[in-house]
């Protein structure tokens, strides 16, 4: 460690790392870092990540050799330990994760309020702080500071930190923070993660324990299968007792949505743009039997039509009516911008949220849109009961709306319901009465859907993304917090 570097505690009132190493690269060791072919090679951020949750330009590289060079120079000034009070465990330093990810933003480009996710090697092997170095100065642009926020939903700064060239950051993964708004000028940084292992290896035991990391869908196959599928790329087979049974691999990314196609078959789309088709054979085990990319971007939802036909949506703005061969049989393009989820409406027409701003009711056969409906913010899911003509949609702002609508998906009648406090993720219709709906104030909600009251709330402790509902009247969901749970309605 150089006595003569300027370490800044940012947040001097909490537990939680947060500081900056001030000029700990030099000006010529930044400009190598942001080299030319670097710098020409920037893509926008649209095609992993909405446009309400960040729009700037990133690069992203493997780079061990890089990687292991920037650990040893920065590690002297990192914590050696971190003990996590809540589990009772110490972590000790280990490395730095081998993907490096540059980040560009230009005029009117952001990265709104988050918390960064951990990467995980295994149970025992995990990323604790965020590292981030600073590569040009803020006189470069303006804007773009950097800032800190005691909750997701505080009014109130923090801390804020602008920006100086050779700075290195580094914060826990729990600080909410966000990538101020450049007003002009280009902003670079580079960002990657403090890698530590745990003394322990003890594993935590219990129901549906497994995941590392966010859960994105469960799908119930069965009465007595549960299907699993998260950000550590696997797809976890379950018994209805939270026992495990297989573990599934193939994707190359976050799996963010599944659908059971028949009896014996079910499908997943992935980040990695692909959706691959899963049978289950006559020994009760599931293999893969099919693999095809027909969408530019992540794909969203996938949705069941026939034993043999499913329409998938995703972050490239389309809707694909697809065999189970892979083959496009119709496409559907309207929407501007990411589709959300599509939903099966009737045996010839499907229904589509979106990042856009609205509803589309679709005759695919046709590949027409015959209907829209326009919200005041994105349109993140939907749900729909065919025996009462009900749409239900949940956005962006904690909103639900349930509309009546005629036999040919005219509007007879919307409500709305205050939901959630943040992003309605999930809404699930549970009989006539009740309706589930989860969101990112980590709440799963029950709803009186005649009255619009909420009769009960279940507590997770991230975002919940994911519901299904048994036979036997079990809601069971899925959380960014790695966990399944199982309530009594």
Known sequence: MNSNIQIRNLLTDTDLVC?????????????QLLN????????????????????????????????????EKVKSY?????????????????????????????????????????HYVSKR??????????????????????????????????????????????FDHNLWHEGEEVISGEKFVLRSDILYTKDSDDDIKGIFCGHLGYIWKILMFDNETLLSAGR???????????????????????????EKLNETTFLSGSRDKQIKVWQRNENQIFQLVNSFSIHTATVLSLCKLTNDLFASSGADNSIKIVNINGQIQYELIEHTNWVWQVIKLTDHYIASCSEDNTIKIWDY?????????????????????????????????????????????????????????????????????????????????????QNGS???????????????????????????DGTIKVWTI
């Not at 020409?40 to 729009?55: E, L, V």
Request: charged share 25%; net charge neutral.
């Open 19 to 31: 500081f900056v190493v001030c000029s700990l690269f030099t000006k010529e060791e930044c400009e």
């Open 36 to 71: 030319s072919d670097r710098k020409n090679s920037f893509q926008k951020a649209i095609f992993n990540y909405p446009t309400y949750y960040r729009n700037n330009e990133r690069l992203v590289i493997d780079d061990p050799k890089l990687s292991s060079y920037l650990f």
């Open 78 to 118: 990192l914590p050696n330990q971190i003990e996590t009070k809540s589990e009772n465990e110490i972590w000790t330093l280990t490395e730095l994760n081998n993907r490096l990810r540059f980040c560009k933003y230009n005029a009117n480009q952001y990265f709104h309020r988050h918390l960064d996710g951990i």
């Open 125 to 170: 092997k995990q990323s604790k702080l965020t590292f981030m170095i600073y590569l040009n100065n803020a006189n470069e642009f303006e804007g773009g500071r950097t800032l800190f926020y005691k909750t997701k939903d505080s009014t109130d700064i923090w801390a804020s930190y602008i920006p100086q060239q050779g700075d290195l950051m580094i």
């Open 232 to 258: 550590d790329k696997t797809i976890h087979i379950w018994n209805i007792n939270g026992d495990i049974g297989q573990i599934l691999t193939g994707h190359r990314n976050s799996i963010l949505c599944m």
């Open 365 to 449: 056969l046709n590949e027409k849109c015959i209907k829209t409906f326009t919200e005041h913010c994105p349109v993140i899911c939907l749900t729909y009961d065919n025996i009462t003509n009900t749409l239900i949609s949940g956005d962006l702002n904690g909103e639900i709306v349930i509309r009546e609508l005629s036999n040919d998906f005219n509007e007879i009648s919307s409500r709305k319901i205050i939901g959630h406090n943040g992003i309605v993720r999930t809404v699930l219709k549970l009989n006539e009465k009740l309706l589930a709906s989860g969101g990112e104030d980590n709440k799963i909600k029950i709803w009186n859907i």
């Open 454 to 480: 909420c009769i009960k709330e279940f507590q997770h402790e991230n975002f919940v993304q994911s519901l299904v509902f048994t036979n036997d009247n079990k809601l069971l969901s899925a959380s960014y």
